[in-house]
């Protein structure tokens, strides 16, 4: 099982912001478990912490912006990216302005600070989230749209398209996040010259200059007006005949900008607050689709607050039906696991396929056959048990006995043709041969039945 992890210790960067001009620091903290990122304004009186979760977005222009209560913190997504390519779920960012600083427009100094101050695991399970049928997002008026497929790791597809004679399409992918520091991390921001001017009005970039981002004159205007906009950015003078990107460093891929747009995402989707599973194809995205596809995807987890397993039926078991025979003495008509699909340190998948010959049909119920309660959560049980037994030296000479039971939930019938998932996971290390644990069962996606166990591993005479 993968655990969360957090930075080893801290680590801090400085710069001006792009929006404000005003020189920054932000220090990125180690944090406990299950705390998510969160991100404290030091500079005011109260130290507003504020959840850096798609729901707390205010704005998407020209970065994301969250905020909550009248305070709020905007540019996040560089380093926001930075942490969830890192594959850390746990980080305390106290920032001393209202952004963060741009640096030089891309993720590669957060890559550098997280690389530098360590990554440490923790004891808590990460919780992925499984894409297990297409999530989309459509704007019909900008032709954007995201949409995530099914996939056994997080990758990304970007595709960017602009009336622009230097840019018009361009393509990045990212096949794995180990990759993002090489090949995305260092990948800068973007602007056309037609649009400083309307941005300068509504009071942004006034920390923009070709240091922070690649300037790109790509439509002919006159010398006279290019002249007037350079001068109003802080840029050298272009012949107008001259297009093209504008900037103190040389790209550092021929698709930088796509690929700055494909780290835009990895921020955005930063703020679904779980790790993803699954393949996002981004055609013409910004942040405000990002964001509303992040907000789409946080209402899907909240639906499947608990996610069923992943279950091929044709994958070779890890314990099959003669193993489990050899760790429990149940048989028939009271052995209730036909195999073990996964198991590590603290958790436990099982499988019982449900016929019309179970024993128990015959009288619960005759005209409606259900399988009953009790033996769901029996079978719960059983599974644990293997679990717990697989622990031991000679399991053989072990049985595993009930203390508690509690908060048992019966949530959807169970019926001959069904294959019931049981998951079950320790809520706290075993002690002197008692285990507690959580029991879901699964039908499909939907939950059946829930359960916590008390159990004690006794030594048979």
Request: hydrophobic share 40%.
């Amino acid at each position: 099982m993968c655990k969360q992890k957090t930075l080893k210790q801290s680590f801090s960067l400085t710069g001006k912001g792009l929006h404000t001009g005003l020189n920054i620091s932000v220090t990125f903290n180690p944090a406990p478990e299950n705390h998510g990122y969160k991100i404290k304004r030091i500079d005011l009186d109260e130290q507003p912490v504020i959840d850096a979760v798609a729901e707390n977005v205010l704005s998407t222009q020209r970065g994301t912006v969250v905020g909550k209560g009248g305070v709020q913190i905007s540019t996040i997504e560089h380093g926001l990216a930075a942490l969830y390519a890192f594959d850390i779920d746990n980080c305390l960012i106290e920032v001393n302005a209202p952004e963060f600083p741009i640096l030089e427009g891309s993720a590669a100094h957060y890559a550098e600070g997280i690389k530098k101050a360590g990554i440490e695991e923790q004891n808590a399970p990460k919780d992925y989230f499984i894409i297990k049928e297409k999530i989309e997002v459509k704007d019909e008026t900008t032709g954007a749209s995201l949409l995530i497929l099914p996939d056994d790791k997080f990758s990304l597809n970007v595709l960017i398209s602009f009336d622009s004679l230097v840019i018009p399409n361009q393509y990045a992918t990212l096949e794995n996040l180990a990759d993002f520091e090489n090949e995305i991390a260092g990948c800068r921001t973007f602007v056309f010259v037609r649009e400083v001017e309307s941005l300068m009005k509504a009071n942004l970039i006034k920390g923009g200059d070709l240091d922070n981002a690649i300037v790109i004159y790509d439509k002919k205007i006159s010398q006279e007006e290019l002249d007037r906009i350079a001068d109003l950015a802080g840029i050298p003078h272009l012949h107008i005949d001259n297009l093209g990107y504008i900037n103190h460093k040389p790209l550092v891929f021929p698709n930088e900008p796509a690929r700055h747009k494909l780290l835009d995402i990895i921020g955005d989707m930063a703020l679904i607050g779980k790790p993803l599973k699954g393949r996002i194809i981004a055609t013409r995205p910004g942040h405000k689709i990002n964001n509303q596809f992040a907000r789409l995807v946080r209402k899907e987890i909240k639906l499947h607050e608990v996610q069923a397993p992943v279950y091929r039926c044709g994958d070779e078991p890890v314990m099959d039906i003669n193993r489990i025979k050899e760790l429990l003495p149940h048989r028939f008509p009271f052995l209730l696991v036909d195999k073990i699909i996964e198991i590590g340190a603290k958790h436990v998948v099982g499988i019982k396929n449900v016929t019309v010959n179970e024993p128990f049909f015959q009288g619960h119920f005759p005209e409606e056959p259900v399988m009953p309660g009790v033996l769901l959560v029996e079978a719960m049980a059983q599974t644990g048990g293997l679990l717990v037994l697989s622990m031991v030296e000679e399991p053989q000479r072990y049985s595993t006995y009930f203390m508690k039971i509690d908060d048992v939930k019966f949530r959807q019938k169970v019926v001959p043709g069904d294959t019931v998932i049981f998951r079950l996971h320790f809520l706290a290390d075993m002690r002197r041969g008692i285990a507690n644990m959580k029991g879901y069962a699964f039908v499909g996606e939907k939950i059946v039945a829930e359960a916590e166990f008390m159990a004690q591993i006794i030594k048979n005479k």
